[in-house]
């Protein structure tokens, strides 16, 4: 196992994260996280890019929340999880497929990246997704 890093001299770090609540996603997503990007600051809001693209609300919340990990954490990276069987996308039974749902959340992501860099230019957006078998980049 590797060696813990010493938490009280680690200040900055890259990764902001943002996740859909989904209870069954969230431990896999934290997972994922942690061995990609060791540490990270974590946002879950209902949807994920969802929340972006749809809700001025939920935008306006996350854009604070950007804003602070930038500054104080010297984020440089947004990571948006999108994942199958979303509810607050409408599930898993509105899609042709299980491919055809990735497709889906690969577009409502680059919505989402696009507003996202927009309000963060020097962001880089990168999304990523869950399945029942794994998460990925996209
Ligand atoms: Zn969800």
Redesign the pocket.
Known sequence: MAEQPDLRTIQHWDVLALS???GR?IGRAIDWLRQEAGIFDLRTE???SRAIVESVMDRYRFQNVLDTAVRLHRVRELWLL??ID????GGSAIHAGDDAEMEFHREQMEKARRVLQRLAPDITVRPAYIDWERARFL
């Open positions: 859909c609540i989904d996603f209902l949807g994920a999108d994942h979303c509810m607050a996308c």
